[in-house]
């Protein structure tokens, strides 16, 4: 098969930013219409757990809230973006885990799951699965259809993490609102620009690659 063709398949409907990573013997199998290695697979979920967790790091307290502002959240959706459903909850289910185990990777370098803003972190399990799924579809090759999948992302996370916030310090439905959601909003608008930008000129670099 020639090398002007595969650029082709490679770009076909279905797939996203993290299949066109090179592997060992990933050639071979694409030739044959099969699926990345499993070997790939397992980095990919690795490295976006450990992405999500540098990310946290980034991590900046607000006044009057339990919920910092950090770098969590974008990452997980752009994990999930990246990688796909399956590959994209497994690496924020992995980063879930393992900072319940112990790893202070959370935001503020803290761990466990007894503090209230982890309600966010099992949001960003739901996120990064459906916009994996959305990526799948092409959600990520466009400005608008990009700023669709992360505002639904982000409204994902925060329809679990305002009332585990709420539920987890006794606050009102209001209260959690005005404390883990408002303080936020302006932050996530300009992460949806940035990925905006990025995920698209990502799919337009690689066309003309091709």
């Known amino acids: 098969m020639s090398t002007a063709a595969a650029p082709v398949r490679s770009l076909r409907a279905g797939t996203v930013l993290a299949d066109l990573l ?8 694409l030739e044959q219409g099969g699926a990345p290695t499993r070997a790939r697979d397992i980095a990919l979920v690795v490295g976006g757990a450990a992405l999500t967790g540098l990310a946290a790091q980034i991590s ?7 919920v910092p502002v950090s770098g969590q959240t974008f990452a997980a959706l752009l994990v999930g973006t990246a990688l796909g459903a399956r590959r994209g909850f497994l690496a924020l289910a992995a980063y879930a ?19 209230s803003s982890f309600g966010y972190i099992l949001g960003m399990m739901l996120a990064a699965t459906v916009v994996g799924a959305l990526a799948r579809r092409g959600a990520d090759r466009s400005v608008l259809r990009t700023a669709g999948a992360m505002a639904l992302g982000s409204a994902i996370i925060y329809a679990v993490g305002v009332p585990y916030l709420a539920l987890a310090t006794g606050m009102t439905f209001g209260q959690a609102v005005a ?32």
């Open 60 to 66: 900046v307290p607000v006044p009057g809230s339990p």
């Open 179 to 210: 404390a883990g959601l408002t303080p936020f909003l302006i932050g996530d608008a300009l992460k949806a620009a940035l990925a905006m930008g990025a995920l698209p000129a990502a799919w337009k670099l690689v066309g003309r690659k091709g």
């Open 22 to 29: 090179p592997s060992p013997k990933l050639s071979a199998s």
């Open 97 to 115: 885990v393992a900072g319940m185990a112990g790893v202070p990777w959370f935001a503020q370098a803290t761990s466990g799951y007894g503090m």
